[in-house]
Structures are given as structure tokens and as C-alpha cells.
């Protein structure tokens, strides 16, 4: 079954506040930057020393997050996903298909450096995201 873990957004302080959140709450903190990922040539400037994806694991216990870059932006009300983790492909098309229904389509499923992503905002206004991948971050 799915994993479902809250997934932050923060507009450049992302690598503060999962450092805060690791002294509080313990656990292994694992972070990687814009600029360090495979997506670092099209990346902005400005951009390059913002989180793009971190985790923050203690026993069960795993939170997500990242520095926002959309065309949105950050905007209070847009911080906070919840998402599913999923143990197969098959799985992971099964939930993004379930959860289209009504719903709008940020990012369909697509494959990506760190594996299976997509993104949807449900039918009630609720954001989720589904990823999966054979070597979970």
C-alpha cells in the first residue's frame, strides 16, 4: 500500500526550516539542491542553491519538502501536498487515475531522474502528489 507523507513548499528557506524540524524532531535529514540535481543547466541563478527536494525520516515518521519554482510561485494555501509514496508502477497509475477523476491536472505522470511523478489538485481543492521509484529518496 501507498506511503502518504506531507510535502512542504517554502519560498527559500526550506534548507533552514528542515534543519529546524530535524533539531526538534531527530532523524536523518537528506537534501538536495536545484543546482546539485541533473536539472542544474536549466536551472536560474537565482534558483541553484533553493531545495528542490529534502526528506526528513525518524522511524516511521517522514517529512517532505522543497523550495517552490512554478509559475505561481509561493502563495500561502499552496505550502503544504500530501503524498503518496508507492511501492510499484502499477500502483502509482492506479492512484493517479482514481484521483483524476473531477480533478486538475498540475503534472501528469511522467518519468523523471528520481523516478514515476505526478501531480493533481482533487476535486475538492486538496494537492497531491504520486511518486515512485525502485531507490526511494
Known amino acids: ?16 526550516a528542515m534543519e529546524f524540524y530535524k533539531d526538534c524532531l531527530g532523524g536523518d535529514l537528506q537534501l538536495m539542491s536545484f543546482g ?6 536549466q536551472t536560474p541563478s537565482n534558483m ?3 531545495v528542490l527536494h529534502s ?3 525518524n522511524g516511521d515518521m517522514v517529512l517532505m519538502a522543497s523550495d517552490v519554482m512554478d509559475e505561481l510561485g509561493y502563495i ?3 505550502t503544504v501536498s500530501l503524498c503518496l509514496v ?11 487515475s482514481k484521483f483524476s ?6 503534472n501528469n505522470l511522467r518519468e523523471e531522474f528520481f523516478g514515476t511523478y505526478g501531480d493533481l489538485v482533487d476535486k475538492y481543492g486538496m494537492g497531491w502528489m504520486f511518486q515512485f521509484s525502485e531507490e526511494q529518496m
Open 86 to 96: 508507492c511501492e510499484s508502477k502499477e500502483e502509482i497509475e492506479s492512484l493517479f
Open 48 to 50: 541553484k542553491d533553493r
Open 55 to 57: 526528506v526528513l525520516r
Open 1 to 16: 500500500m501507498a506511503e502518504l507523507n506531507a510535502y512542504l513548499n517554502f519560498d527559500g528557506t526550506c534548507k533552514q
Open 36 to 41: 546539485e540535481s541533473p536539472m542544474a543547466a
Open 101 to 106: 477523476s473531477g480533478a486538475r491536472s498540475k
Open 76 to 78: 500561502p494555501g499552496n
